[in-house]
């Protein structure tokens, strides 16, 4: 809209002189050295090819004496990612302090907190980057997580509340939801998941954990519908095979259920409540040698209890 305002208050070319363009000749203006390389950097990393970036990201370092932000914060991102967190935390708290007004910088400092355990001290750089972006719902959400993690159940309401009203996030319906299980209100809880599956019908996780709450209270008929409608809109949804197998797995009808087993196991091979009810499909067919292969994949190996289970 601007330019064509622009392009009205222009002065009409005289139909006896050609329209003359001016060619600026030159050198394009010079990225500053400390973004050169910031384009390249977030290429291989989106690609996963984290050798390569790490190697980048030591020459744009070294080319700004350590004072490139966006290579210093991809940096941390790749330590977290291979797992060193406490490495990821220190340099992510060195590129906050190049920018100490950035918040995605201080939700990283607290999320590396989160995951070293630090639960007290990831809460207060959360509410600092709260400080800096008032309405960023991920950072009510998280501050809810902790505040479950601290036990303190009303701060995570109020926090987890925010959030929705934010965003009506899946997530954080599902947390605060786990908060009003963790308070013993139940029926809170299915009022509230059953508002998320109206307000997200197409969510599986959402479903599925609806679901399973059912199946917690008896409500089986309810609980299965949700789980079906779940894997109708992903069949490879691994709650919901492991609650509608088990429920499958009740009736008798182990065939079935180590069908649906099968699928799950390609996304979630190392599932110890997997192989315990593989295992117990087997008990149920009488092929014992197979139950004692499967219970040794699970935590407390072929000598734990029997108990069929599912994930909420």
């Given at each position: 809209m601007a330019d064509e305002d622009e392009k009205e208050n222009?002065?009409?070319?005289?139909?006896?002189?050609?329209?003359?363009?001016?060619v600026i000749r030159g050198k394009a203006p010079e990225i500053?050295?400390?973004e050169r390389k910031n384009w390249l950097i977030h290429l291989h990393f989106v690609r996963k090819e984290f050798k390569t970036c790490k190697a980048l990201i030591q020459e744009q370092?070294?080319?700004?004496?350590?004072?490139?932000?966006?290579?210093?914060?991809?940096?941390a991102l790749i330590e977290r990612l291979e797992g060193n967190i406490q490495s990821s935390l220190e340099i992510f708290q060195k590129a906050q302090r190049l920018n100490t007004t950035n918040p995605d910088t201080m939700k990283q400092v607290a999320r590396s907190l989160f995951l070293l355990g630090r639960h007290?001290?990831?809460?207060?750089?959360?509410?600092?980057?709260?400080r800096l972006s008032a309405k960023d719902w991920e950072i009510f959400h998280n501050q809810g997580i902790c505040f479950i993690h601290l036990k303190d159940?009303?701060?995570?309401?109020?926090?987890?509340r925010k959030a929705i009203r934010l965003n009506s996030a899946v997530a954080s319906f599902i947390q605060l939801g786990r908060v009003y299980l963790l308070q013993g209100e139940t029926s809170m809880a299915l009022d509230l998941y059953t508002h998320a599956v109206n307000f997200n019908p197409e969510n599986p996780d959402m479903m599925s954990t609806l679901g399973?709450?059912?199946?917690?209270?008896?409500?089986?008929?309810?609980?299965?519908?949700?789980?079906?409608n779940a894997l109708t809109y992903d069949p490879t949804?691994?709650?919901?095979?492991?609650?509608?197998?088990?429920?499958?797995?009740?009736?008798?009808?182990?065939?079935?259920?180590?069908?649906?087993?099968?699928?799950?196991?390609?996304s979630a091979p190392e599932s110890p409540q997997l192989w315990n009810n593989i295992g117990m499909c087997f008990f149920g067919k009488g092929k014992h040698v197979a139950v004692s292969s499967s219970s040794a994949k699970t935590p407390g190996g072929p000598h734990s209890p029997a108990i069929l289970s599912y994930s909420r």
């Open positions: 222009l002065p009409a070319a005289k139909p006896s002189q050609p329209v003359q363009r001016r500053p050295i400390f370092l070294h080319e700004t004496n350590g004072r490139c932000e966006f290579a210093l914060y991809v940096q007290r001290a990831a809460l207060e750089a959360y509410n600092e980057a709260a159940y009303g701060q995570a309401r109020e926090c987890l399973l709450l059912h199946l917690e209270t008896g409500e089986t008929k309810k609980a299965f519908n949700l789980l079906g949804h691994f709650k919901s095979i492991l609650g509608a197998g088990s429920m499958i797995q009740r009736q008798g009808d182990y065939d079935v259920a180590l069908t649906k087993y099968k699928i799950a196991a390609q």
